[in-house]
């Protein structure tokens, strides 16, 4: 059941979703520079002059821009749904299982946050980079983690939000 209450909201959960909602849009305008490094890479091939370090800068930058969509999905409640076991269901249980996904999306988060932090720091204490362009590979996570962040904080929102629509019945 998607919601698409995200920007129209007020205080905390407003100025949540919008700034969720400005994340997302960056991970598409990072997507659309993927695509062109790619079509300036295949252009230049044409001619003799590939793009270097192309396939690295599409690793990294659909890494990047993937993670920037969840927590939007989290606050839009696209997420994949199995609705065939509750098509008979009742408001109240679909909403109750709204709220589990919300609360499972939070630690998920929360565990996805952890391990990836000390992912990062694993990668900067052995200075692993990319093999032509030399870029660090640590310096793909920081993103990837305020993504993490926001997933957390999009799942607080649904969390409160769907908290609330059991509470009403």
């Known amino acids: 059941m998607p919601h698409t209450q995200t ?16 994340w997302a849009l960056a991970g598409g305008i990072l997507l659309l520079a993927v695509v ?12 003799g002059k590939p793009f ?4 690295e800068l599409t690793e990294m930058g659909v890494a990047i821009a993937v993670f920037a969509f969840l927590p939007y999905c989290q606050l839009v409640g696209a997420n994949v749904s199995a609705d065939i076991f509750t098509a008979g269901a009742s408001r109240r249980t679909i909403a109750f299982f709204t709220m589990l996904g919300s609360l499972v999306a939070l630690g998920f988060a929360g565990l996805l946050i952890w391990r990836m932090y000390h992912g990062m720091l694993d990668q900067k204490e052995y200075d692993y980079t990319t093999t032509i ?11 990837i983690l305020l993504s993490l962040a926001l997933l957390a904080l999009a799942a607080l929102v649904t969390l409160m939000r769907d908290a609330k629509a059991l509470s009403k019945g």
């Open 52 to 55: 270097p370090g192309d396939f």
């Open 133 to 143: 362009l030399q870029i660090p590979h640590w310096m793909a996570f920081v993103p």
């Open 36 to 47: 062109a490094v790619n079509m300036i890479s295949i252009v230049g091939s044409v001619f």
């Open 7 to 22: 920007a129209s909201s007020s205080g905390f959960t407003g100025a949540a979703s919008r700034l969720i909602t400005l």
